[in-house]
T-cell receptor
Framework: GENVEQHPSTLSVQEGDSAVIKCTYSDSASNYFPWYKQELGKRPQLIIDIRSNVGEKKDQRIAVTLNKTAKHFSLHITETQPEDSAVYFCAASYNFGNEKLTFGTGTRLTIIP | EAGVAQSPRYKIIEKRQSVAFWCNPISGHATLYWYQQILGQGPKLLIQFQNNGVVDDSQLPKDRFSAERLKGVDSTLKIQPAKLEDSAVYLC?????????????FGQGTRLTVV
């Protein structure tokens, strides 16, 4: 089955700096890669996703890149703000998200004011 | 649109007891997932339903866990008997199962503590 690894497990950055979280996946059939943000005690919420037919997607301060050959994808947050502090999970799935979403172990991001 | 509803929010039971969780997905969502999230880890898929049929239950400990989705809407997840290592947040999620609309929406979760 699919195995998703995520690094780093914790990340602290100064407010205004950029943060990068990286994930690798094992199943070359995976073609859908969402990122979820989970604030303390709350539900995971989708912040951005990418499909295997594109290499990069951007939404304001958040971007995701995908390298299918290397089987890794990354989340980039620019101009970080205190409200970006949360746990971020990457995930991988096939059939464009309709089959078995497998999550990484999470990255706790702390933005230092 | 109303979100995914789960109950109860919290549950404390003794080991070897039974417990059941309930989930009501977003209206019109054909796919329903149950995830187990142990503290400090990512959610782990336990079972995935497509309408009232099981798509994947490969990681469901079937000797003690069971789940059903009668009529393809609400779902219940049961643990019988519970073990200490079952302490976790149980998350229910749903999605439309359409090619360009597959975002999984999560409920608030049920925090289970087994003592």
């Amino acid at each position: 089955g699919e195995n998703v690894e995520q690094h780093p497990s914790t990340l602290s950055v100064q407010e205004g700096d950029s943060a990068v979280i990286k994930c690798t996946y094992s199943d070359s059939a995976s073609n859908y890669f969402p990122w979820y943000k989970q604030e303390l005690g709350k539900r995971p919420q989708l912040i951005i996703d990418i499909r295997s037919n594109v290499g990069e997607k951007k939404d304001q301060r958040i971007a995701v890149t995908l390298n299918k050959t290397a089987k890794h994808f990354s989340l980039h947050i620019t101009e970080t703000q205190p409200e970006d502090s949360a746990v971020y999970f990457c995930a991988a799935s096939y059939n464009f998200g309709n089959e078995k979403l497998t999550f990484g172990t999470g990255t706790r991001l702390t933005i230092i004011p | 649109e109303a979100g995914v509803a789960q109950s109860p929010r919290y549950k404390i039971i003794e080991k070897r007891q039974s417990v059941a969780f309930w989930c009501n997905p977003i209206s019109g969502h054909a796919t329903l997932y149950w995830y187990q999230q142990i503290l400090g880890q990512g959610p782990k898929l336990l079972i995935q339903f497509q309408n009232n049929g099981v798509v994947d239950d490969s990681q469901l400990p079937k000797d003690r866990f069971s789940a059903e989705r009668l009529k393809g809407v609400d779902s219940t997840l049961k643990i019988q008997p519970a073990k200490l290592e079952d302490s976790a947040v149980y998350l229910c999620a749903s999605s439309r199962f359409q090619k360009r609309d597959t975002e999984a929406f999560f409920g608030q979760g049920t925090r289970l503590t087994v003592v």
